[in-house]
């Protein structure tokens, strides 16, 4: 049981835009912006995508942003891509303790 | 850029112990701005922290599974290590080392992972 809500799968159209969602708590989501995103192929290394709620590190296209209201953060991906195709996981800082927590992974469908 | 790669024995007995290395290159094990991690995937499921160290020495575990955990490094060799014992099928997992960047909280590099099975 993961301690971040994701949902298991989202899917559209080349050049649509999807969301996926990723919800927590005060102690993890909504305690503390640092919030990233990981966009895993299968066989591949994960790629993080979004750190920081919003920031983008270099190389990552600017179709994919963070946002973040409450305890729910979000990543968008503008103008799908078929390459966007992946798991997309979802992870928060949650204190000196936890640490750190993951979401259990949304597949990402270009159709 | 630097690069991380998991080796390992892929099939380990249960109540036996678990051993892995990373090797860090195309960039220094001991920079202070880094931490380096053990994160692993059981099949199906999410993604789960394990161990973090770094190059001094600090340590962090996962408190579930803080009493069976040990973390290590060799700068020298720019490796670090996992060790996890009395293994079950619970610990079969795709295991990833990963580097954690202090400037922001979050995992800018990761390698490809190791499947590991427990089983008889």
């Known amino acids: 049981q993961s301690a971040l809500t994701q949902p298991r799968s989202v899917s559209g159209s080349p050049g649509q835009s999807v969301t996926i969602s990723c919800t927590g708590t005060?102690?993890?989501?909504?305690?503390?912006?640092?919030v990233s995103w990981y966009q895993h192929r299968p066989g591949q290394a994960p790629k993080v995508m979004i750190h920081?709620?919003?920031k983008r590190p270099s190389g990552v296209p600017d179709r994919f942003s963070g946002s973040k209201s409450g305890s729910t953060a979000s990543l968008t991906i503008s103008g799908l891509q078929a390459e966007d195709e992946a798991d997309y996981y979802c992870?928060?800082?949650?204190?000196?303790?936890?640490?750190?927590?993951f979401g259990p992974g949304t597949t990402v469908t270009v159709l | 850029q630097v690069q991380l790669q998991e080796s390992g024995p892929g099939l380990v007995k249960p109540s036996e112990s678990l051993s892995l290395t990373c090797t860090v290159s195309g960039g220094p094990i001991t920079s202070n701005n880094y931490y380096w991690v053990w994160i692993r995937q059981p099949p199906g499921k999410g993604l789960e922290w394990i161990a973090f160290?770094?190059?001094?020495?600090?340590?962090y575990y996962n408190p579930s599974l803080e009493s069976r955990v040990a973390i290590s490094v060799d700068t020298s060799k720019s490796q670090f290590f996992l060790n996890l014992s009395s293994v079950t099928a619970a610990d079969t997992a795709l295991y990833f080392c990963?580097?954690?960047?202090?400037?922001?909280?979050?995992?800018?590099?990761w390698g490809q992972g190791t499947l590991v099975t427990v089983a008889s």
């Open positions: 160290i770094h190059y001094s020495g600090s340590t």
């Open positions: 990963a580097r954690h960047n202090w400037d922001g909280d979050y995992f800018d590099s």
């Open positions: 920081d709620v919003n």
């Open positions: 005060s102690s993890d989501i909504g305690g503390y912006d640092y």
């Open positions: 992870c928060s800082y949650a204190g000196d303790h936890i640490r750190f927590v």
